[in-house]
């Protein structure tokens, strides 16, 4: 923070003026966590006469509602880039506790079939403190405490919690930053800047500046539409409108600003994926493994026709047969398929040296350690593993559905996610799997080898593969449109 900076509170209430160099901390003196009630929702609407019509259906079941509008419409002047608006009827009955609306819910689902929604009724409270470290003055206030007209350094921030690339860095943001309590009563801090200045700070951070240029130009459009088709509908009871990390988008600032990656959302400015009338989801993931994955398989919902799983080369999979079936799998996985972002082979440029472990790898447990994660990330112990079963897979060959066998009972693990989450310390490259057992099992001395494929969930856009089609002289709009079948580019401003 420079002398240019000033510190003030959301109101635009006047603090104190920055000083060059000097560093700052941000405490809570005290705070209370935001009160949720749980909510019982019974149906949706893309409109309000939709919704008025399911509302009345409810009704006549003896059923009080009430219908409330989620999402939102963006717009820059008079032009509407995203609408998003959601008509939801809830039951009027609200709960204090999850266990009481499970109670109700399960009471009445011969007649309704509901869902919980976890609602704010009230915002956190407290007190921040703001303390300068060289001179010692502080100051209290019961509001946000914005930084404005400098950029601000903020030191030990945490990155990818829960994943293997979990560290603390420290980040330089463009104004404005804003210091508040979240819902749990624990600092917040927030940047409020244009779209695009955010997309500078988006495309380094979710694919390196060395990447060819073309596939930087089809990460920007795919970071501008993945946040633009879901603007309203995510974060509704956060402070702020996007998270910085990967359930969103990974963020860092200015940190990570390269002239290869401002430049490739400069020269798309504008520009997103369209789809049916409206802004394509366009999510992706690191390294698909030489298959992409189908959205319902990976979150459930609705099949989505641009998000279906489909070979990451230029031909097809015939010699494998469907990817669904152990035994085409565990040759899918034991080959070295001409996929695009298999970049095993040498000469291609440094920055995509670091794919080369996710196209086909490996991971060994004993059945202690793999009995100890599952009983750290799960809660459940089973007793000595005897077995992982895959009850589901996906097009892809990711699990979607896994039994854990173990000595003393067995559970299910779904969707592909939370199986990651659960074998792993931190989160396993990929649910792309199968199981080889060694040792002696019957003396709890086995081995697991899980040999697995890929880097992420392995729906939309592979980013390696799309380096990779780019070095091979793809443009980006030929990308885009291998990766999302059926879309076409349109410029929103």
Known sequence: MDRTGRIVTDDGTFITRGRGGHRWRAEIKSSTPAQFVYRLAAASSSTREGARSLAGEIERKGFDVVIEQEGDVLRVGRT???????????????????????????????????????????????????????????????????IVGTPVTVYDVPVGTGFHW?????????????????NEGKLALINTLSFEEYLRGVVPS???????????????????????????????????????????????????????????????????????????????????????????????????????????????????????????????????????????????????????????WEVRYTQDELRRILREKTGRDVGAIQDLVP???????????????????????????????????????????YVQKEGRWSQATGLFILKGAGFGHGVGMCQTGAAMMALEGHRFDQILTHYYKGVRLRRLY
């Open 80 to 146: 509407t880039l995203s609408d998003n608006r959601r008509y939801r009827i809830y039951l009027q009955k609200a709960f204090t506790n999850r266990e009481e609306a499970e109670a109700y819910r399960d009471s009445v689902w011969n007649r309704l079939e509901t869902f919980i929604v976890r609602s704010k009724a009230q915002r956190a409270r407290g007190i921040l403190l703001l303390k300068n470290l060289h001179t010692g003055q502080g100051y209290e206030s019961t509001r946000p405490v914005c």
């Open 391 to 433: 009850l589901k897979r996906g097009s892809s060959g990711r699990i979607i559905r896994l039994r854990v066998v173990g000595t003393q009972g067995t559970f299910i693990l779904e969707p592909e996610l939370n199986i990651r989450k659960a074998l792993s310390t931190n989160t396993l490259w990929s649910s792309c799997f």
């Open 206 to 360: 979710e694919m390196p500046e060395g990447f060819p240029s073309e596939a930087l130009k089809a990460q920007a459009i795919a970071a501008r539409g993945e946040i633009l088709s879901k603007w309203g509908r995510i974060h509704q009871d956060d402070p702020f409108d996007v998270c910085a990390d990967v359930h969103c988008q990974v963020y860092s600032g200015m940190t990570k600003r390269a002239s290869s990656t401002d430049r490739a959302v400069r020269r798309t400015r504008g520009l997103v994926m369209w789809k049916d009338g409206a802004i394509a989801e366009a999510v992706y993931s690191s390294v698909c493994g030489g298959h992409g994955e189908d959205n319902q398989n990976a979150w459930g919902g609705q099949p989505k026709s641009y998000l279906q799983g489909r070979f990451d080369g230029s031909g097809n999979l015939q010699r494998y047969g469907s990817l669904t079936d152990e035994t085409n799998l565990k040759r899918w996985i034991d080959d070295d398929p001409s996929a695009y972002c298999n970049t095993t082979g040498n000469g291609l440029p440094p920055a995509l040296d670091f794919t080369k472990k996710y196209f086909r």
């Open 166 to 182: 979990e560290t603390l860095e420290n980040r330089s943001y463009p104004e404005t930053i804003c210091i508040q309590l979240d």
